[in-house]
């Protein structure tokens, strides 16, 4: 069955193994915080047929072994989910940490979004460190947050090419959005600088070092710092 109807939270299939749980059509942080609440209860309250609790802007994607779960147990056990699960608040949040090294090599961009915003590359890197940030959602690659909360100024459009590599740990600008590259991939967000920290990495447990749902704040740190941090010289306080 697929999703149909307009009353929200809505629900169906989405193919053969993905049941999703729709909170809202727009990107909204209420909407996100229902959609979040409602993963991690799915998680802590998950029977051995789910694979893989995966939240959204919006919605939450249950994937199920279908060879060992009936489309009306996972129906009705998501259905229990959303009368179980509760929302907490969000802003009793201690905002995360981020180092970042703005310009030069680490922001190859930085000069081309201060000049779309007609101002100055201080001043791109004052208002983005001036924000708290939430973590909407991971995905595009391991552990890439995508990240509301961006000063309206510094909204700058995609490169019209976008990279072949892009270093993990930078830190990029897409439209509305700024987010950070966990891996070396393709990309075609506008770099403003390098993180020194590790967002993921398959052998720390957990792998991610960021969840939906956090809140995070960037702080501006010179080259011989970000080395110290990266070479493990120096800890990074959160």
């Not at 990107?27 to 229902?34: C, H, K, L, Q, T």
Request: charged share 25%; glycine share 10%; net charge negative.
């Amino acid at each position: 069955m697929p999703i149909t109807g307009d009353a929200f939270p809505r629900a169906g299939w989405a193919g053969d193994s993905c049941y999703v749980i729709e909170f809202g059509d727009v990107i909204d942080e209420e909407i996100n915080a229902r959609a979040v609440a409602f993963a991690a209860h799915a998680r802590m309250s998950a029977p051995d047929w789910v694979v893989e609790v995966v939240p959204t802007y919006r919605s939450v994607a249950v994937y199920v072994d279908s060879f060992r779960a009936e489309r009306d147990v996972v129906a009705e056990t998501a259905a229990r989910w959303l009368r179980q699960y509760s929302v907490t608040g969000r802003e009793e949040q201690v905002p995360f940490g981020i180092p970042v090294c703005y310009g030069g090599d680490f922001g190859p961009d930085l000069a081309s979004v201060a000049a779309h915003a007609g101002i100055d590359e201080d001043e791109v890197v004052r208002l983005h460190t001036g924000q708290v940030y939430l973590v909407y959602m991971l995905g595009f690659t391991p552990g890439f947050p995508y990240l509301g909360g961006m000063n309206p100024k510094l909204e700058t459009p995609r490169l019209d090419e976008p990279r072949v590599a892009i270093p993990a740990g930078s830190v990029g600008i897409a439209g509305k959005q700024t987010g950070i590259y966990p891996v070396e991939s393709p990309g075609g967000w506008r770099l403003i600088g390098r993180t020194p920290l590790t967002l993921f990495d398959p052998f720390r447990d957990p792998p991610v070092l960021l969840e939906a749902g956090m809140r995070l704040r960037f702080t501006s740190i010179d080259g011989d710092r970000f080395r110290r941090i990266q070479e493990g010289k120096e800890t990074w306080p959160q």
